[in-house]
């Protein structure tokens, strides 16, 4: 009989193709609304192989429940809504899938920081209030990024090409932190390592790129922000739980930093009242980060490969747990 896969939301069809082409039985959850606890794990209980999404709470009750599972292929770079520690107890192999939404994550924050730098989204907005009135010599001035420092927090995959583009795009001087130094990346971006409090110190820009582990949770808070310089602007496109989202409004509003730009929020979603989104210096983006039909295209293939891969050959493409495959 075909092993059963249980695709959790509507994603590009190659996720469903690729694997029905390899002889899967594939159900994929129809409705565009994220799956309740109760739905999915009605279904998954019907299912030996679960493709999720980041918006699936997989926490160890879930596993308890559903251990009978071969494998879960996430269709996202980041496992937060994972209990890993959990899936590895029951010798469940985590898939995700890196690298194919890196370029577009990058593109955002480098959006974000050109937006930021020039209040992009607070004119645009002027404009539809119709407060677009004449030429003003001395209002609403940015500043320019050339030669400026960028700081990364997390240099990975998202983190260096972010470091590239600004360093080829400005001439920026790149700094950055990570649990651990990474040589090869040092020499591919040619950043800089440095502590994590000279990264606050130094950074004109400091752009997040790491994962959300309860090492990084609420990292950037009020402490961290005061920190900074009064002209830096602070880029997340990582997790909104990296930051301390009120801390962040009051570093804002007492202008102990210049501005931020965020593609991830603290909860998401924002809502509109949000006082984040009527700061001339802020630009709020809707988690968009590996929005682009390349990307999710990429990701839907490396889902589907990581399950075809493990069934045919007892290894995934990109696993995350490598300690359940034993030797
Ligand atoms: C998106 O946020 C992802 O983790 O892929």
Redesign the pocket.
Known sequence: MSKKILITRIIPAIAGDLLKQAGFDVTVWPSDKPMTKEELIEHTLQADALLSL?SNKLDRSFFETCKHLDIVSQ?????DNIDVAAATNFKIPVC??PDV?SEA?ADVAFGLMINVSRKMFYHHKQILKDEWKQFEPLKNLGFELSGKTLGIFGLGRIGSIMAQRCKGAYGMDVIYHNRKRNPELETKTGARYVDFDTLLRESDVLSVHCALTPETRGLFDKQAFSKMKKTAVFINT??GGVHNETDLIEALQNKTIWGAGLD?TNPEPMRADNPLLEMPNVAVLP?I??ATIEARTG?ARLAAENIISFYKTGKPVTIVNPEVLGS
């Open positions: 980041g269709f996202a770079v980041g496992y995700n899938t939404l994550t990582a997790r991830v988690h980060g590996s990701m």
